[in-house]
């Protein structure tokens, strides 16, 4: 294989290349010297960059945020930022000490297991705290109910309609 010598164009420093390719495309001999070279042409000038990240095709990403989103719930936040932790945590231990930490529909004793609202924490806040509205299911049994995540705001925005 024959080897070939080019320039650094940021230390001239002598590179030497194995593959042929190499000689049209690398400039440096080594990233700090490409950094370097780059930022002594003026490629990293921060009104550059602006413009390049201005284009209408990277705002689009950044149209759906906040009130502009489609399922933004005002009302949502405000629950979830106020939601009792002490009465939470007392729920929660009574609701896996009734149900002897099991999962109610596999049967597994211990492990990941998760309190589940039967009845949706936001769409029935009158259930929040009954004993009867909670059951211990383990993770992988908890993530296939019908009001789990996102599907429980969908089931919030159908309830309010």
């Not at 164009?9 to 495309?25: G, N, P, S, W």
């Not at 939601?83 to 492990?111: I, M, N």
């Not at 990941?112 to 609202?117: N, W």
Request: proline residues 3%; hydrophobic residues 25%.
């Amino acid at each position: 294989m024959p080897f070939k010598s080019k320039e650094c164009e940021f230390c001239h420093k002598a590179m030497v290349l194995t593959i042929t390719r190499d000689l049209q495309r690398k400039k440096f001999c080594s990233r700090s010297c490409r950094q370097r070279g780059r930022y002594l042409r003026g490629e990293f000038n921060m009104s550059r960059l602006w413009e390049k990240a201005c284009t209408p095709e990277a705002n689009a990403k950044k149209v759906h945020r906040g009130t502009e989103h489609p399922r933004y719930k005002a009302d949502r936040t405000q629950i979830k930022s106020s939601r009792p932790r002490y009465e939470l945590t007392a729920w929660r231990k009574s609701v896996f000490e009734r149900d002897d930490f099991t999962c109610q529909k596999c049967g597994q004793h211990g492990g990941k297991i998760q309190a589940h609202h039967i009845k949706s924490y936001h769409a029935f806040p009158d259930l929040r705290w009954e004993l009867m509205n909670g059951e211990t299911l383990c993770a992988s049994c908890h993530k296939a109910t019908g009001n789990y995540g996102s599907r429980a705001i969908m089931e919030v925005s159908s309830c309010h309609l």
